[in-house]
């Protein structure tokens, strides 16, 4: 049940580069990594790309194939024709550091910006949450950093300009998720919108509609957010938490 | 001449799954200078791919629990060849190590009363297991990720840098340990990935938590990164590795389609409610209740099921049993011709849960989304196939139980890099708290050396010389052979010759056949690419190239000692010594280098165990030691008080020689007492 299907990949540097067409081998139930690590063992063993887990939990293998953000790990050979090429390319947002491994340190720098969970003076063990209380974090809490959603939002997909101010989609639903934690005593309601440009978001979607681990990214945590910042105080969590005698602290956390 | 960078460190861990970071957040907090170097990037370390949750006795779920029980299962877990007194920190220390995990913005799974909450796991007399859903070691790693942040937050406050006291190096990978004239380690050597830039990171004290060696073999649940590196590192630095023949191979790997096969399905499955059927639809596992274990397994499918709710009155089911039991159950039902299609068995939860599909789908999210989209299965309506894999290496190096100190003064290692704590045989869940628990122990033994020191060890020129020249040798070999050929042979090999079920011919054949490997490793070649130093920017076939010596040695390791311990038992299973022996289980195997430094060969000795603390033995019942101590060893028998003196005096004998490690632990045994 193999067949040889043709492929364009693209290689080169920051620089400069091409698309190089390949003809390899395809067996049952592959997924593009599968095809590209046969690429490096029998035609190009320079070719690079980051993987790690191969098995969609460590987000390290995203990339386009035929022009859609994902992860190369989980992308099943069957969805496209025989005949039909496939064609594979770095994620566009971050610098090309060779082939298709992209740059992606402006996110580790965002991660940097955000103020970190604040527990005040909880003692080990003490912690009491409900389950209902802790699940809408763990939702953000189940991103595993593939910044696909970060690569596809058109606020930095093509103006590097903006990189500077605004945090993305992973990174404002990051403090989202701090918000919502029934433990965390800080509020960042105002950084989200004065240092991390929640402004800039205009709920398209595009970030919810890629990320792997279906995360429901702008509908249940940038939408909240922007509710939280215009001062809609009805929040159901805000208001469990108040019963729960977990009150947040009311003043602004500066950035980090 | 190569461009080399250098840094200076007081403490280097090399790695950044569980164990790395909670070294590091350690060193950090005492103060150290600290870098956390690894291959990946920073938060994807193989740990996120830990699912099933962190072993910690807690008592939350079932309030019978305690660090005694947890003990006391880890121990049968590994069938009492565990370094004892890592079984003991560990299930002492577990819960603290958890709640501290909450502290730094972890969200697990909550109990009605909103305490972490706990699940079954095999071989763990309670519901241990803290958990988020199915992405336990996710969750872990982002946790120590953010807490790291959080420290370069309080630095970049502080210093107005990020990095001034702990510093990631991403993507970086190191191939030497260096030492100096005195044998003390004085940093190590390596190479940006991005780059191809050497770089020596000078640090008089080295944290090693590399994790396994998962990649020497074919069908495995372990990511690229499972190569060996650190179990490689310390032998070629002088350090020793302990039971190397301890492999385990995971009851439930996928084995279908072949592209995925090895990739882990977790415990968890089995815990909620799975159960494993043959072709035949038979509950194969009620026929392979070993007789150690005949207490504590159900001996019908209805007491089993009574169990999950009910665990204080029934029996837990068979299909609970310890990893090695549940592998060896399935392999011979596949050879018995009763396997499912692709050569696995049947492992189903349909019509298992209460809440039907939905509860699936709710308490199995990761499991359910990998076979929808790897297999095109619907594990809510279809069964799934799973197979044995290589999964975790028991063995690793020996290591002071209360610091982490390896032979090598300076040297520390934690996490799976390290052994002992598993004994035979790993519990699910022990590895997640083992990390926390041990790594914190690294970080700070670490540190205290670094304080005792009087003077920082210099590096000296000749040993960067000669890594650098190791580095280069694939791009100055003419005609050198394609590394991916001889890993795909290597990767065979051990698959077939030193996989779940051992004969001594066969490991015979494996040592002749790592022996021709280890020539074309030597041989094998790669030309420089367009970008980086010298043309090795992100070279991934120079980079398997460096990797394949790791491999070839801890395979040799492997090998050997699976060759030498004549007896099954945990994760070393012998066609041809079929039995636990008493008398094996006495020794430890310990693998060093010897040989032409410039083409070094894994030598064996065997080492006796040191005996079991008498408070702690003293937890189990006589009739179950029997079953695993000889008549010597056993608690108030005659002759016990003197053999258990006479093994103490070998030991100290053999720790004189070979300096911190055992003598540690010798030390540590008297204050105890
Ligand atoms: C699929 C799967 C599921 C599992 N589920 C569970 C579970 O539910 N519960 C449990 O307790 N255990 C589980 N385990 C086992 C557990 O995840 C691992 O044993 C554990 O994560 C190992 O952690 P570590 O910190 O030792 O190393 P790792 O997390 O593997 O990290 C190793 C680090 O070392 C780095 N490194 C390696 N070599 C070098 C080098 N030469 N230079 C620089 N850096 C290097 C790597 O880049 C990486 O950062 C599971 C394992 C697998 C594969
Ligand atoms: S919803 Fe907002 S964050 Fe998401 S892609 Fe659109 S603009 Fe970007
Ligand atoms: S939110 Fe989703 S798309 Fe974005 S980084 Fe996380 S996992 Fe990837
Ligand atoms: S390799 Fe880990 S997500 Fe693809």
Same mark, same amino acid.
């Given at each position: 049940?193999?067949?040889?299907?043709?492929?364009?990949?693209?290689?080169?540097?920051?620089?400069?580069?091409?698309?190089?067409?390949?003809?390899?081998?395809?067996?049952?139930?592959?997924?593009?990594?599968?095809?590209?690590?046969?690429?490096?063992?029998?035609?190009?063993?320079?070719?690079?790309?980051?993987?790690?887990?191969?098995?969609?939990?460590?987000?390290?293998?995203?990339?386009?194939?035929?022009?859609?953000?994902?992860?190369?790990?989980?992308?099943?050979?069957?969805?496209?024709?025989?005949?039909?090429?496939?064609?594979?390319?770095?994620?566009?947002?971050?610098?090309?550091?060779?082939?298709?491994?992209?740059?992606?340190?402006?996110?580790?720098?965002?991660?940097?910006?955000?103020?970190?969970?604040?527990?005040?003076?909880?003692?080990?063990?003490?912690?009491?949450?409900?389950?209902?209380?802790?699940?809408?974090?763990?939702?953000?809490?189940?991103?595993?950093?593939?910044?696909?959603?970060?690569?596809?939002?058109?606020?930095?997909?093509?103006?590097?300009?903006?990189?500077?101010?605004?945090?993305?989609?992973?990174?404002?639903?990051?403090?989202?998720?701090?918000?919502?934690?029934?433990?965390?005593?800080?509020?960042?309601?105002?950084?989200?919108?004065?240092?991390?440009?929640?402004?800039?978001?205009?709920?398209?979607?595009?970030?919810t509609e890629v990320c792997p681990e279906h995360i429901k990214i702008t509908d249940n945590a940038l939408i909240p957010m922007k509710e939280r910042?215009?001062?809609?105080?009805?929040?159901?969590?805000?208001?469990?938490?108040?019963?729960?005698?977990?009150?947040?602290?009311?003043?602004?956390?500066?950035?980090? | 001449?190569?461009?080399?960078?250098?840094?200076?460190?007081?403490?280097?861990?090399?790695?950044?799954?569980?164990?790395?970071?909670?070294?590091? /957040?350690?060193?950090?907090?005492?103060?150290?200078?600290?870098?956390?170097?690894?291959?990946?990037?920073?938060?994807?370390?193989?740990?996120?791919?830990?699912?099933?949750?962190?072993?910690?006795?807690?008592?939350?779920?079932?309030?019978?629990?305690?660090?005694?029980?947890?003990f006391r299962d880890t121990m049968r877990g590994g069938k009492f060849m565990n370094s004892w007194r890592m079984a003991e920190l560990h299930a002492?220390? %577990?819960?603290?190590?958890?709640?501290?995990?909450?502290?730094?913005?972890?969200?697990?799974?909550?109990?009605?009363?909103?305490? /972490?909450?706990?699940?079954?796991?095999?071989?763990?007399?309670?519901?241990?297991?803290?958990?988020?859903?199915?992405?336990?070691?996710?969750?872990?790693?982002?946790?120590?990720?953010?807490?790291?942040?959080?420290?370069? @937050?309080?630095?970049?406050?502080?210093?107005?840098?990020?990095?001034?006291?702990?510093?990631?190096?991403?993507?970086?990978?190191?191939?030497?340990?260096?030492?100096?004239?005195?044998?003390?380690?004085?940093?190590?050597?390596?190479?940006?990935?991005?780059?191809?830039?050497?770089?020596?990171?000078? %640090?008089?004290?080295?944290?090693?938590?590399?994790? !396994? /060696?998962?990649?020497?073999?074919?069908?495995?649940?372990?990511?690229?990164?499972?190569?060996?590196?650190?179990?490689?590192?310390?032998?070629?630095?002088?350090?020793?590795?302990?039971?190397?023949?301890?492999?385990?191979?995971?009851?439930?790997?996928?084995?279908?389609?072949?592209?995925?096969? !090895? /990739?882990?399905?977790?415990?968890?499955?089995?815990?909620?409610?799975?159960?494993?059927?043959?072709?035949?639809?038979?509950?194969?596992?009620?026929?392979?209740? =070993?007789?150690?274990?005949?207490?504590?397994?159900?001996?019908?499918?209805?007491?089993?099921?009574?169990?999950?709710?009910?665990?204080?009155?029934?029996?837990?089911?068979?299909?609970? &049993?310890?990893?090695?039991?549940?592998?060896?159950?399935?392999?011979?039902?596949?050879?018995?011709?009763?396997?499912?299609?692709?050569?696995?068995?049947?492992?189903?939860? #349909?019509?298992?849960? =209460?809440?039907?599909?939905?509860?699936?789908?709710?308490?199995?999210?990761?499991?359910?989304?990998?076979?929808?989209?790897?297999?095109?299965?619907?594990?809510?309506?279809? %069964?799934?196939?799973?197979?044995?894999?290589?999964?975790?290496?028991?063995?690793?190096?020996?290591?002071?139980?209360?610091?982490?100190?390896?032979?090598?003064?300076?040297?520390?290692?934690?996490?799976?890099?390290?052994?002992?704590?598993?004994?035979?045989?790993?519990?699910?869940?022990?590895?997640?708290?083992?990390?926390?628990?041990?790594?914190?122990?690294?970080?700070?033994?670490?540190?205290?050396?670094?304080?005792?020191?009087?003077?920082?060890?210099? #590096?000296?020129?000749?040993?960067?010389?000669?890594?650098?020249?190791?580095?280069?040798? =694939?791009?100055?070999?003419?005609?050198?052979?394609?590394?991916? %050929?001889?890993?795909?042979?290597?990767? @065979?090999?051990?698959?077939?010759?030193?996989?779940?079920?051992?004969?001594?011919?066969?490991?015979?054949?494996?040592?002749?056949?790592?022996?021709?490997?280890?020539?074309?490793?030597?041989? #094998?070649?790669?030309?420089?690419?367009?970008?980086?130093?010298? !043309?090795?920017?992100?070279?991934?076939?120079?980079?398997?190239?460096?990797?394949?010596?790791?491999?070839?040695?801890?395979?040799?390791?492997? *090998?050997?000692? *699976?060759?030498?311990? @004549?007896?099954?038992?945990?994760?070393?299973?012998?066609?041809?010594?079929?039995?636990?022996?008493?008398?094996?289980?006495?020794?430890?195997?310990?693998?060093? &280098?010897?040989?032409?430094?410039?083409?070094?060969?894994?030598?064996?000795?065997?080492?006796?165990?040191?005996?079991?603390?008498?408070?702690?033995?003293?937890?189990?019942?006589?009739?179950?030691?029997?079953?695993?101590?000889?008549?010597?060893?056993?608690?108030?028998?005659?002759?016990?008080?003197?053999?258990?003196?006479?093994?103490?005096?070998?030991?100290?004998?053999?720790?004189?020689?070979?300096?911190?490690?055992?003598?540690?632990?010798?030390?540590?045994?008297?204050?105890?007492?």
């Amino acid at each position: 049940m193999s067949y040889e299907a043709k492929f364009k990949v693209w290689r080169g540097d920051d620089g400069d580069g091409e698309l190089t067409d390949y003809t390899v081998e395809v067996n049952e139930g592959e997924v593009v990594l599968d095809i590209i690590h046969r690429l490096q063992a029998t035609q190009a063993p320079d070719l690079a790309v980051r993987w790690n887990c191969k098995a969609g939990k460590c987000g390290s293998c995203s990339a386009e194939v035929n022009g859609m953000p994902r992860l190369l790990c989980m992308t099943r050979m069957s969805t496209f024709e025989p005949d039909e090429t496939v064609t594979v390319t770095p994620v566009r947002t971050f610098p090309v550091i060779r082939d298709l491994v992209t740059d992606v340190s402006y996110n580790y720098q965002k991660a940097r910006e955000i103020p970190s969970f604040d527990p005040g003076d909880a003692k080990p063990g003490e912690l009491r949450m409900q389950q209902v209380d802790v699940e809408r974090s763990q939702e953000f809490r189940k991103c595993i950093e593939c910044f696909l959603c970060q690569n596809v939002c058109h606020v930095i997909r093509d103006h590097d300009e903006n990189k500077e101010e605004y945090a993305g989609p992973r990174f404002l639903m990051r403090i989202g998720e701090l918000e919502m934690h029934p433990a965390d005593q800080a509020d960042r309601r105002n950084i989200a919108q004065d240092d991390h440009g929640l402004g800039f978001c205009n709920i398209t979607k595009c970030c919810t509609e890629v990320c792997p681990e279906h995360i429901k990214i702008t509908d249940n945590a940038l939408i909240p957010m922007k509710e939280r910042v215009v001062g809609r105080k009805y929040d159901p969590v805000v208001w469990l938490g108040s019963k729960l005698g977990i009150v947040k602290k009311g003043q602004d956390t500066p950035s980090a | 001449m190569t461009e080399i960078e250098r840094h200076s460190y007081d403490v280097v861990v090399i790695g950044a799954g569980g164990a790395g970071l909670r070294a590091a /957040i350690e060193a950090r907090l005492q103060g150290k200078k600290t870098a956390i170097i690894s291959k990946s990037l920073f938060g994807k370390a193989h740990t996120v791919m830990a699912e099933g949750g962190a072993a910690a006795a807690m008592g939350n779920v079932n309030a019978n629990d305690n660090w005694m029980v947890h003990f006391r299962d880890t121990m049968r877990g590994g069938k009492f060849m565990n370094s004892w007194r890592m079984a003991e920190l560990h299930a002492k220390e %577990a819960p603290e190590r958890i709640w501290e995990l909450e502290l730094w913005g972890a969200l697990f799974d909550r109990t009605k009363e909103g305490k /972490i909450s706990q699940r079954n796991f095999g071989g763990h007399e309670y519901p241990r297991l803290a958990h988020v859903g199915d992405r336990t070691g996710l969750e872990l790693i982002r946790t120590a990720q953010q807490k790291i942040v959080a420290l370069q @937050q309080e630095d970049h406050a502080e210093h107005g840098d990020y990095e001034a006291n702990l510093k990631v190096w991403a993507e970086t990978t190191v191939t030497r340990l260096l030492k100096d004239a005195d044998g003390k380690i004085c940093g190590v050597f390596g190479y940006v990935r991005e780059t191809g830039k050497f770089v020596v990171f000078e %640090a008089p004290a080295v944290v090693l938590a590399t994790g !396994g /060696i998962g990649k020497a073999f074919k069908v495995t649940s372990n990511s690229w990164e499972y190569t060996g590196d650190g179990h490689a590192l310390a032998l070629l630095a002088g350090g020793t590795l302990l039971n190397m023949e301890f492999v385990q191979f995971h009851p439930t790997g996928m084995v279908w389609p072949p592209s995925v096969k !090895g /990739i882990l399905v977790t415990e968890s499955v089995r815990g909620d409610r799975g159960v494993l059927r043959n072709s035949e639809g038979d509950r194969f596992m009620f026929d392979y209740i =070993p007789e150690v274990f005949k207490e504590q397994y159900a001996t019908s499918p209805e007491e089993g099921d009574r169990w999950y709710d009910d665990p204080d009155n029934n029996k837990r089911p068979p299909e609970l &049993l310890p990893r090695d039991e549940v592998a060896r159950a399935i392999n011979s039902e596949v050879k018995a011709g009763r396997g499912s299609p692709h050569g696995g068995v049947f492992l189903t939860v #349909v019509d298992r849960m =209460p809440g039907g599909a939905a509860e699936i789908v709710k308490r199995l999210p990761s499991m359910y989304h990998q076979f929808k989209e790897l297999a095109d299965v619907d594990i809510t309506k279809e %069964a799934m196939e799973v197979g044995p894999t290589c999964h975790y290496v028991m063995g690793g190096v020996e290591v002071d139980p209360d610091t982490g100190a390896a032979l090598v003064p300076g040297l520390f290692a934690a996490g799976e890099v390290s052994g002992g704590m598993h004994g035979s045989n790993r519990l699910g869940g022990n590895s997640l708290s083992d990390l926390l628990v041990f790594g914190r122990r690294a970080g700070l033994g670490a540190s205290e050396y670094v304080d005792g020191l009087e003077a920082r060890p210099a #590096v000296p020129e000749d040993v960067v010389a000669a890594a650098t020249t190791e580095a280069l040798a =694939p791009f100055e070999r003419e005609d050198g052979e394609n590394p991916y %050929a001889v890993h795909a042979e290597l990767q @065979q090999t051990m698959n077939t010759l030193v996989g779940i079920i051992r004969k001594e011919g066969e490991l015979e054949e494996a040592i002749a056949a790592l022996g021709k490997l280890r020539e074309r490793v030597a041989n #094998v070649g790669v030309d420089p690419v367009a970008v980086g130093d010298g !043309g090795r920017g992100y070279h991934p076939g120079w980079h398997l190239a460096l990797d394949l010596r790791n491999m070839l040695l801890v395979s040799e390791a492997v *090998a050997k000692a *699976a060759l030498e311990r @004549q007896e099954s038992r945990g994760g070393h299973t012998r066609d041809d010594h079929p039995g636990m022996s008493a008398e094996w289980r006495k020794i430890n195997l310990v693998c060093s &280098l010897a040989g032409d430094p410039s083409a070094p060969h894994v030598e064996l000795r065997r080492q006796p165990l040191t005996p079991m603390r008498t408070d702690l033995l003293e937890l189990f019942e006589n009739d179950e030691l029997k079953k695993y101590l000889t008549a010597e060893e056993l608690p108030g028998g005659p002759a016990g008080e003197a053999e258990t003196g006479e093994a103490e005096a070998d030991e100290a004998e053999a720790a004189a020689g070979s300096g911190a490690t055992a003598a540690g632990a010798a030390e540590n045994e008297e204050g105890d007492r």
